[in-house]
């Protein structure tokens, strides 16, 4: 999360490191709002208190209760297979599957053009390159 700090036609991003940070921000902000302050310090700037920072402090709540909500997943949940449908049987090379199709002869496409057929191939044979 940044907060934009703009001084004429320069302006200064400054990150949050984190959500609680963030939250010391908010509180004290609130606290200088209440106090019907004209400006906040913050790390050296003096940030202006104008109509529509209410809002903005509503906002930036909002923001915090949306990240703290974030989960970070660590690798071994991101490879857990409960966590995913049944159809996913593992990770790793896909397995072959075969489709049946309809191969189309120069001479025309009904009813004497037409060849039907399946090809399988059983897993313990090796597929010969063609």
């Known amino acids: 999360m940044l907060l934009q700090i703009e001084e004429g036609e320069v302006s ?3 990150p949050f490191a984190d959500p609680d ?14 106090r019907e302050a004209q ?4 790390h050296g700037y003096e940030l202006e208190i104008l ?4 809002d903005q402090l509503a906002a930036l709540g909002d923001a915090l209760q949306k990240w703290r909500a974030e989960k970070e997943y660590k690798p ?3 490879f857990d297979l409960s966590f995913y449908s049944d159809r996913i049987a593992g990770f790793g090379v896909e ?3 075969y489709q049946p199709f309809l191969r189309r002869r120069t001479d025309g496409w009904f009813p004497d053009s037409v060849v039907f057929g399946v090809h399988y ?3 313990d ?3 010969r390159s063609r």
């Open 12 to 14: 200064h991003t400054l």
């Open 21 to 34: 940070e963030l939250e010391k921000f908010i509180a004290k902000l609130k606290e200088r709002i209440d």
């Open 39 to 42: 400006c906040c310090p913050w």
């Open 51 to 54: 109509g529509d920072t209410p």
């Open 76 to 78: 071994w949940e991101i």
């Open 95 to 97: 397995k072959p599957y």
């Open 121 to 123: 191939l059983p897993e």
């Open 125 to 127: 044979r090796k597929q």
